[in-house]
């Protein structure tokens, strides 16, 4: 499908030919500005029949979209994984206020805790909100495929550092996007008010209106037990402060 933007040349059946001067993927609306008319008209993708200026209709789903890109990362992983990039991993855990959920990429040594940060391979959902890319150069529609070419694009050097075994993880993750996708997402923390480590990975839905999870619970990760001692904690605290000084 063509792409959709400020200045594209619409057609509308009952107003013909106008031009877009705002989008809004998220929603689905659009507004266009058609013939002499000084104020713009408000049309919505999934209804209002829009179509390009050559007659190709431009199509939106009505599902809403995915608040966080943590279900498409977890399909990239995956992707790459099965092409040998096996030290591949992917943190995710909630902000503080509970509304969005990070996520973090690193390569190299499993260590769920001092984790190597390289700029462009961590996120927040709250960005993801208003601005669907994780931004390598993708595109909100990027296939996983797709999504590991720009990211070996973006950063090469980063992604080598990948390339090598680790089937224990692999086949965790491998289990993980079987029950989780396309739905939902793990969390690898929880918030510690609610009491202890939960006994399995904490599940989140990637978009509103997804039902609670119900399939088989997930273990933690291979390794994740050995990790956790009360000083590895208050170190991962303070590494995940430094991480947001830098955004």
Known sequence: MKPVAPGTIIFHRYRGYGVVTTVNLLTGWISARFGSEARTLDLNLSSDEVQHADGE???FRRSPPDRMPHARLMEMVRELHRAGYQKLYLYSWPKPS?????????????NWMQRPWREGWYGSGADYNVNPVIGW??????????L???LAQFDPHGLAH???RDEDH??????????????YAFSLSWDRRDGPQPASVPVIPVRRGVPDYVGPPLPWPPGWSRMWSAGAMRASGDVG????SLK
């Open 170 to 183: 692999t086949d965790w993750f491998a289990a993980a996007c079987e029950n989780l996708l396309p739905h």
């Open 162 to 164: 990948a390339l090598g």
């Open 148 to 150: 590991a070419s720009c």
């Open 137 to 146: 150069g993708d595109a909100p529609t990027a296939t996983p495929a797709e």
């Open 241 to 244: 402060t430094a991480v947001e």
């Open 98 to 110: 509970g509304l969005h959920w990070r996520w973090h990429l690193f390569t190299g040594q499993r």
């Open 57 to 59: 209709p431009i199509l």
